[in-house]
């Protein structure tokens, strides 16, 4: 099998880099190269329900589904597959120049599958609270071919500083990254009208206590 080339651009690093520099968020298109987000596509529409299970909420011990919160089924990405390496190996890309440029001191990437399917949705949250978490930056790459506005499903971001005022409203299309600082920025997904995926993940500082590495997922 050939190997996937992540990136259509020579710079692809270089229009959310700076969005996060200036703004705390970004959302940008084209990110990818299409026969990436093709092969991950391809990849999460392969995987039955039964491989996946119900997202909760917390982590460890603190983990419940909750299905009043949220609606949607993971599966935590390994890199088990071409499509699945060559997004870990991307992201990791991007974990360095983070750190180059804004000297996050991003220590690693844990990302998981979404699947949205009719009616599900996430309601208002952060993805963490300070000092409580190793979540810095949030990312959603969006893998939903030809998604019309009736079919709902939007990322809703707020303000950082005015949590009830709405930044923007974006369709989870193909090819879309959304980037955003965990602490910050609360976020929700609204009812899906029909079957969304996505891969939604972290990039995180190391919290290591007591010679005990810190979990992940
Ligand atoms: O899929 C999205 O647009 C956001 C998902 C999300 O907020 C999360 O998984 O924490
Ligand atoms: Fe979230």
Redesign the pocket.
Known sequence: MSAIIPFTSQTPFDQVVSDILQKGWSVTDGFFSPAMVDALMADVSDLDNTYMHR?GVGRSSDFQVALDRRR?YIRWIDPINPARSAFLDAMGALRIEFNRRLILGLWDYEAHF?RYEEGAF?EK?L?AFKGKSNRVL?T?L?LNEAWQESDGGE?VLFDEHDHCRELGRFA?MKGRL?VFLSEEFP?E?LPAKRTRH?I?GWFRVNNTIQNQIDPSQ
Do not use: G, I, M
């Open positions: 997202a949607d979404a996430y949250h993805d949030s959603v969006y990322l989870p959304a976020h997904v996505s939604a």
